[in-house]
């Protein structure tokens, strides 16, 4: 079964998530920032959401795990969460 290792930020507004890639773009560091601002359990551990499968995410975060390129930081990503920040470092 196919699996990922990524990690994202979570915050309440399309705004807000853009702002932070744009920090990130212009070379904040991304841990640091979801330790800060990502209203997720995982913020506390700079966003890193482990290993993931499909299926464990929910259906928009998931594509963006099993989909997108790779080591790109996509979004802002809606769920019914909120929007989200999403970086993938390995698929396999």
């Known amino acids: 079964m196919a699996k990922a290792m990524a990690r994202h930020i979570l915050v309440k507004t399309e705004t807000e998530a853009a702002a932070l ?3 990130i773009a212009g070379g904040e ?3 640091v920032l979801a330790k ?3 209203a997720c359990p995982s ?3 700079g966003g890193d959401l482990g290993e ?3 299926g464990q995410m929910v259906k928009s975060i998931d ?3 099993f989909k997108k390129e ?3 930081v996509h979004g802002p990503v809606k769920s019914q969460f909120g929007y989200h920040l999403v970086q993938v470092f390995y698929r396999d």
Do not use: E, Q
Request: glycine content about 4%.
């Open 29 to 31: 560091a991304f841990d």
């Open 43 to 45: 913020g506390k551990k």
């Open 52 to 54: 993931v499968r499909p």
């Open 36 to 38: 800060k601002y990502s």
């Open 70 to 72: 790779l080591r790109t």
């Open 63 to 65: 594509s963006v795990i």
């Open 21 to 23: 890639k744009k920090r």
